[in-house]
């Protein structure tokens, strides 16, 4: 029966996979080691039957089988586990207050920088823009669209008129303006023409320095740029 025995076909079901004339003493060897399973099978070489390694009474011993449970191991499991290192409780004369002076200087760079800024930004608003009164500004295209900013009754309404060249407006609703939109609607009208022209604003020396920002943002956009070749902004002198 041992010289039968000798040799064993192997077939490792999960891979598939038959190893032909594998002595006795591998096939136990490989069954301890796990290699080879329960359901994994064996057959002696040059014979046709097949059978499970787990249903053998040569290789069933040599299975790894799971433990009992032992009652000493949940008391093991419930032991403390030692961690090396232990929380330390601070002392009651600890000071548990943030050093507040890197907050402070911080405060301090953030202070000065806002001031400095506003300062600048101060400044710039109240620059004096140049003069409408009487304006003549020298070697004026004849297409040119030139755009008047002066002050209303109550000293802070801008009042827009609008004129092509040195020519004064040429319709009442060219001048006299007051509402955005309209002069928007007489800039477009004037840039009707054929190419693309320049834009002149003659602004009033007490007018807020925003109107004329907001006004060449206005003609910035995508409809007026088409038309308009530049802005300039015109320096002109009061008459004496």
């Given amino acids: 029966m041992a010289a039968k ?9 999960e891979s598939n996979t038959v190893y032909k004339e594998v002595p ?10 796990g290699r080879l399973l329960e359901d994994d099978m064996l057959k002696p070489s040059g014979t046709k039957d097949w059978f499970r390694v787990g249903g053998s009474p040569d290789f069933a011993p040599y299975l790894p089988r799971p433990e009992p449970f032992r009652a000493d191991d949940q008391a093991e ?10 929380y330390r409780h601070p002392r009651e004369d600890e000071d548990d207050d943030p050093d507040m002076i890197p907050l402070i200087d911080v405060s301090l760079v953030l202070l000065i920088f806002f001031m400095l800024t ?12 140049p ?22 009754a109550d000293g802070r309404t801008p009042v827009y008129s609008v004129g092509v060249g040195n020519k004064p407006p040429a319709a009442d609703e060219d001048k006299d303006i007051t509402d955005r939109g309209q002069l928007l609607a007489r ?18 020396p007490d007018l807020h320095a925003g109107v004329v ?12 740029r088409e038309k308009i070749r530049r802005v300039l902004i015109g320096v002109n002198e009061k008459k004496p």
Avoid: H, Y
């Fill in 24 to 33: 006795f003493n591998i096939v136990a060897d490989w069954v301890q080691q």
């Fill in 213 to 224: 920002r907001d006004l060449t943002v206005d003609l910035s956009s995508r409809q007026m």
């Fill in 5 to 13: 025995r000798r040799f064993l076909d192997v077939w490792i079901v």
């Fill in 187 to 204: 800039i477009a009208d004037k840039l009707q023409g054929e190419g693309r022209t320049e834009v002149t604003i003659n602004g009033n």
């Fill in 118 to 129: 506003a300062s600048a930004i101060a400044s710039g608003v109240n620059m004096p823009l």
């Fill in 77 to 86: 499991a419930l032991e403390p586990v030692e961690l090396g290192f232990g």
């Fill in 131 to 152: 003069g409408a009164e009487n304006p003549t500004v020298s070697n004026v295209n004849p297409a040119e669209v030139t755009l008047n900013i002066n002050l209303g």
